[in-house]
């Protein structure tokens, strides 16, 4: 009698649809009403591999064939070749999330905006933090995972435009504080430091001051200094990045 013929495995996930019958319970992701905790959450679950194993689960109920990374992710599950059991309802006793992985992530990464970032301001774990948290999980965890069309990687599964923006509020993050006690400022010689630490940041992110085409003027739009700090922040940037006025633009000097 000839044996069994399996399902192929997939590379890349099948496309899955996300819709459960209402008997079928699940787990609302963005229910904490503090961003920091749902952040973490989010990261937490990328790296323990909850979205990875629940899409498993999700493709095994709907026939379709198993990458290996899914065939990994549910070796310490339930044998679905066990025609008497009803399925996994829940996972740690969370049951599964109600919408996928890069739904939930657009609907977290929005919030982590800060327009326009104005130093003075406080800013928490998230807004500070959150993006790169996020992308540090996205590119070590998040291979395996299904994508929507047109992303060709984790972390492109948010808009182009949102990302970017986020990467340069990381560089923003640098100067975050000034105007806060009298000791941050740029008059303070021993905090011009930072100048040259938010340069580094820039040349990190070289192709995204490239994508906005910033120069001293239009980053002053997004970037807000105390008032007595925003004379000495132009001097400094262009002093270093030898630019010959304030419609410069940034990239081709970094």
Request: aromatic share 8%; glycine share 6%; net charge negative.
């Amino acid at each position: 009698m000839p044996s069994k013929k399996k399902k192929p495995s997939g590379k890349t996930p099948a496309p899955i649809r996300w819709e459960f019958d209402p008997d079928i319970p699940t787990h609302d992701f963005l229910e904490e009403e503090c961003l920091d905790d749902t952040v973490r959450y989010f990261v937490d679950w990328l790296e323990d591999g909850r979205f990875l194993t629940w899409e498993a689960v999700v493709s095994e109920e709907q026939g379709l064939p198993l990458t290996a990374k899914q065939k990994k992710a549910l070796g310490s599950l339930l044998d679905f070749n066990d025609e008497e059991d009803d399925g996994i309802l829940y996972i740690d006793e969370i049951p599964r999330p109600s919408e996928p992985w890069h739904v939930i992530l657009n609907k977290i990464v929005p919030q982590l905006l800060v327009e326009p970032y104005r130093t003075i301001d406080p800013h928490g774990e998230a807004e500070s933090e959150g993006w790169n948290q996020i992308v540090a999980a996205l590119r070590e965890h998040g291979q395996g995972l299904s994508m929507p069309p047109g992303a060709k990687s984790p972390e492109e599964v948010v808009p182009a435009e949102l990302r970017h923006k986020l990467w340069l509020q990381f560089c923003f993050n640098t100067l975050s504080g000034f105007g806060q006690s009298d000791e941050l400022t740029l008059e303070n010689p021993e905090e011009i430091c930072q100048v040259d630490y938010f340069i580094e940041n820039l040349r990190e992110c070289k192709d995204i001051v490239a994508y906005f085409g910033l120069t001293l003027e239009s980053l002053q739009t997004r970037l807000i200094l105390p008032e007595k700090d925003q004379s000495i922040f132009v001097r400094e940037m262009q002093s270093k990045l030898g630019l010959s006025s304030t419609q410069e633009l940034i990239a081709p000097r970094l």
